[in-house]
């Protein structure tokens, strides 16, 4: 493709040029991370992100009566995770991570939430007025207490059914057990 000669041909119909088309992986994460945005302010909750990545992309914050409660969150993104059945969605993570993940030594409560994105970027979202629509599906999963993965690789795949779709119900239910001494 190459690019507009002008303003003009951009917007009267000319070939769309999409940035950095080496970082979709980047691309998906940002993504991610503005849909989980979004799902945390409908929930009440407040997210703060790292710019260190140690395993945990985010933290949401639930605060209710002055009282606050933390939710770590762990982000992996896959435009093609389904097992045939549709039954449950898969992702690689590294072992260290997931070793992470299911400890139970852990101060603050972590899940993991994988999304589920169309293969085409053009396909993630789409504006017509007066409704936004994104094209994904979140899925969620307290590795807490698992096991150890078997095998001695440095990846490991984590498999997270599709009953688990994370939305705002869902995080204001999990925010509720962990205010109530609970696990996610």
Not at 44 to 54: A, Q, R, T
Not at 80 to 90: K, L, V, Y
Not at 148 to 177: W, Y
Request: net charge neutral.
């Amino acid at each position: 493709m190459t690019a507009f000669p002008s303003a003009v041909e951009a917007t009267l119909g000319g070939a769309l040029l999409r940035g950095m088309p080496t970082r979709t992986t980047d691309l998906m994460e940002a993504f991610q991370i503005g849909t989980i945005g979004a799902i945390a302010a409908a929930g009440g909750c407040k997210i703060s992100s790292w710019s260190v990545d140690d395993g945990i992309d985010v933290t949401l914050t639930h605060t209710l009566n002055g009282h606050r409660v933390p939710l770590d969150i762990q982000l992996k993104s896959t435009t093609n995770g389904w097992n045939t059945s549709r039954s449950a969605i898969s992702v690689q993570m590294r072992r260290k991570r997931y070793d992470e993940l299911r400890s139970l030594n852990t101060g603050i409560p972590a899940i993991l939430i994988v999304m589920d994105l169309p293969a085409n970027q053009d396909d993630w979202a789409e504006v017509t007025p007066p409704v936004t629509t994104l094209r994904h599906a979140l899925y969620w999963s307290s590795l807490r207490g698992n096991s150890p993965h078997p095998g001695d690789g440095e990846k490991v795949t984590v498999s997270v059914p599709n009953a688990r779709v994370f939305d705002d119900h869902i995080l204001c239910q999990i925010m509720a057990r962990i205010r109530a001494g609970g696990q996610p």
